[in-house]
């Protein structure tokens, strides 16, 4: 194959080339699916760079671990569940380090600050808001309300009933209008 050329092969037949030993196989896999991969990393971790260090891990073992891929999902729901498994996991690691992440801004350098300053609040106050949530509900509300998937989807990513995400939902929901409710005064 080529430099720019498309590779032909569904997921499936990508993770079974690379379980039988096609070296470029996986990497057509990854690059396939990467920014898709990266939103979920950064949308599930406290901040950008668990996010990677957990896209990282997820990688290497979906890598390590392609020939236990039992083929009863896509291959993009097992990746998927992988990738917010590690994100979750370095979640649990890091709360028990408590370390607080310094937040980063990516603001233009001559923008206008005073038009920005509104949407950089809200959504410090809605990330914040999610960081309040715990690991599971977050998980949830991401993929249903963030994600725009359905109960049924995201029960089968995440690996749970759909009772389980209904009532995550619901829990992380009401937590986020506690934790948000100053917004509806302002």
Known sequence: ????????????????????????????????????????????????????????????????MADQFRADAKVTSWLHRIVVNSCLDRIRRNRVRLSVPIPTYDVEPYADERDQMAAVDLSLSIGRALDALPPDQRAAVVAVDIEGMTIVDAAERLGVPVGTIKSRCSRGRLRLAQILGHLRDG
């Open 1 to 64: 194959m080529t430099r720019g050329s498309v590779d032909a092969r569904s997921d499936e037949d990508l993770l079974l080339a690379h379980v039988r030993g096609d070296p470029g196989a996986f990497a057509v896999l990854v690059e396939r699916h990467h920014a898709y991969l990266w939103s979920v990393a950064c949308r599930t971790s406290d901040n950008r760079d668990d996010a990677a260090d957990a896209l990282q891990d997820a990688l290497l073992k979906a890598h390590r």
